[in-house]
Nanobody
Framework: QVHLVESGGGSVQPGGSLRLSCTAS????????VAWFRQAPGKERIFLAA???????YYSESVKGRFTISEDNDKNEYYLQMDNLKPEDTALYYC?????????????????????WGQGTQVTVSS
């Protein structure tokens, strides 16, 4: 099973930026989509962005235009650049590996298809 580790969280003022990183333990993750989710206290875990195994990117409407997902295949790392952060972006952020090898569809918001999760990194947006 792939081991995922997130980093890069922290505290930032509204309008600020953060870049989250997700490091995977195995190169085989390249054959699978990887996504970012977040979960605020008392709320469900929600989909933010995904990158397919061929590099196609998908975003939820709530973060489109502010968040950017990217990857560095040589390092087995995935990133979430977050700009113009708002207080409502405060949450625990997770990266996850999709279990569907070579998947090229456009449905990524179903938590059940993800078979590896990181431990999460906290993002707090407050003045």
């Amino acid at each position: 099973q792939v081991h995922l580790v997130e980093s890069g969280g922290g505290s930032v003022q509204p309008g600020g930026s953060l870049r989250l990183s997700c490091t995977a333990s195995e190169r085989m993750i390249r054959d699978f989509p990887v996504a970012w989710f977040r979960q605020a206290p008392g709320k469900e875990r929600i989909f933010l962005a995904a990158v397919s195994w061929i590099g196609t990117k998908y975003y939820s409407e709530s973060v489109k235009g502010r968040f950017t997902i990217s990857e560095d295949n040589d390092k087995n790392e995935y990133y979430l650049q977050m700009d113009n952060l708002k207080p409502e972006d405060t949450a625990l952020y997770y990266c996850a590996k999709d279990g569907r090898q070579f998947y090229t569809g456009n449905v990524y918001d179903n938590l059940d298809v993800y078979d590896s999760w990181g431990q999460g990194t906290q993002v707090t947006v407050s003045s």
